[in-house]
């Protein structure tokens, strides 16, 4: 009898191993790993993550993973997949978002997982619909404090604008009133260290903090400030920073001019004659404003945030936008998905519609606006939350008399 040679035992073992691993693999997305060991297509990913997406959605189809430092990212970019992504008892919220937490914000795994829920749940009663009328008094109050630092006329980058009226207002709701200066010299100081966080906030929640001085610095920062204010903070409420759903808004809103003079014509009713008044914006004048109500909920779905877009191929019949939208009953359209979906919906989402809307009427009722560029394209450099623009949109503002 012959006997088998050990190499061709060798051999045929590592083929036997090959196939079952190829067959294994079978069941797998298709992977983009790249050719450098632990940072893959960082690199090439982190450039533009949402045009890397759509080019790897066309070549490797509508579900596929990405090696990225360290990381594998599975991409569901077809709609059968989302009730899965957001039902499936396989899937963890939390244990997702952990690492970023602790990297961008220092809070340590254990302490995480056992309060965020019980956060999360306090958060949503106190800022559900049924609370939202305790905002409108101090929300308008605080917008109103804010327009007049803008002064009687003048231009600005749209974005700064909207930033410059919205950071105080939704750091004074959500913390305390005295947490942001009034000193110019610490609120220049606020803006440069919150817009240097929130623009390299993926990088943060990737990277070493060695390789992102800059950013490390402002989060060290903040939690200093934060921590400072530890004793003040614990009975205050809470709010979201609004700043890019503004923004284009206003954008949107002022390159239409039929909608923007529809949207005065509206202001005028409930308010009277738009000029430099201190008026009070009530629950039922938001009610008789859902125009702009309709425009900010057009806006959030034209500028998804993150990687939640479609892509029409062919004509569809769907619902007519959002006047047959039930939202008195505080429901969006179907697919819907700008605030999250499931167990961990944005306990905020209410709010942050109040906010914005309040912000757009109070400065359409004071100032005359008018863009000066057109309206930009939205910047392809961030995955997480509302697209941030390409470019500057300059705005000219004249108080009205």
């Known amino acids: 009898m012959e006997l088998i040679s050990p190499t061709v035992i060798i051999i045929l073992g590592c083929l036997a191993l090959f196939l079952l691993l190829?067959?294994?693999?079978?069941?797998?997305?298709?992977?983009i790993k790249g050719w450098i060991p632990w940072i893959g297509v960082g690199f090439e990913f982190g450039k533009a993550p949402l045009?890397?997406?759509?080019?790897?959605?066309?070549?490797?189809?509508?579900?596929?993973?990405?090696?990225?430092m360290g990381n594998r990212m599975t991409f569901v970019t077809e709609e059968e997949g989302i009730n899965?992504?957001?039902?499936?008892?396989?899937?963890?919220?939390?244990?997702?978002?952990?690492?970023?937490?602790?990297?961008?914000?220092s809070i340590p795994k254990n302490v995480f997982l056992a309060l965020h829920e019980k956060l999360y749940i306090m958060l949503k009663g106190k800022m559900g619909t049924v609370n939202l009328h305790q905002f409108t008094g101090q929300l308008t109050e605080e917008l109103h404090e804010q327009l007049e630092n803008l002064g009687t006329h003048g231009t600005m980058d749209l974005n700064n604008l909207v930033r410059h009226l919205l950071?105080?207002?939704t750091v004074n709701m959500l913390f305390n009133k005295s947490l942001f200066s009034t000193n110019k010299k610490k609120i220049k100081e606020?803006?440069?260290?919150?817009?240097?966080?929130d623009e390299d906030f993926e990088y943060g929640s990737q990277l070493p903090e060695c390789l992102l001085r800059n950013w490390s610095k402002s989060k060290k920062w903040f939690l200093e400030l934060f921590e400072k204010n530890i004793p003040d903070i614990k009975a205050c409420k809470s709010a979201k920073d609004n700043s890019m759903v503004a923004f284009w808004t206003l954008a949107y809103v002022?390159?239409?001019?039929?909608?923007?003079k529809a949207i005065m014509e509206g202001i005028s009713s409930v308010f009277g004659k738009a000029g430099k008044d201190k008026i009070k914006v009530s629950e039922d004048d938001l009610e008789n404003l859902l125009l702009i109500k309709w425009c900010v909920l057009e806006t959030i779905r034209l500028k998804a945030p993150g990687v939640i877009t479609r892509k029409v191929v062919k004509p569809v019949e769907i619902l007519e936008r959002w006047k047959k939208a039930n939202l008195e009953k505080h429901s969006f359209l179907d697919c819907f998905m700008a605030f999250g979906s499931g167990k961990f919906q944005c306990p905020a989402r209410w709010f942050?519609?109040?906010?914005?809307?309040m912000c757009i009427i109070l400065i359409l009722y004071k100032y005359d606006c008018s863009l000066?560029?057109?309206?930009?394209?939205?910047?392809?450099?961030?995955?997480?939350g509302v697209p941030q623009p390409e470019g500057q949109c300059r705005i000219e503002y004249k108080q009205r008399i």
């Not at 190829?22 to 298709?30: D, I, T």
């Not at 080019?55 to 990225?68: E, L």
């Not at 057109?374 to 910047?379: A, E, I, M, T, V």
């Open 22 to 31: 190829q067959r294994k693999n079978l069941r797998r997305p298709p992977c």
């Open 51 to 68: 045009e890397f997406i759509e080019k790897a959605r066309i070549k490797y189809g509508p579900i596929f993973t990405v090696f990225a």
């Open 84 to 105: 899965v992504f957001l039902k499936s008892k396989k899937v963890d919220f939390e244990l997702a978002v952990q690492n970023i937490v602790y990297r961008t914000a």
């Open 167 to 169: 950071y105080p207002v």
């Open 190 to 197: 606020f803006h440069q260290y919150f817009q240097v966080y």
């Open 254 to 260: 002022l390159s239409h001019p039929d909608i923007h």
């Open 352 to 357: 942050a519609l109040l906010e914005v809307q």
């Open 372 to 384: 000066l560029d057109p309206l930009p394209k939205q910047s392809y450099l961030h995955l997480v």
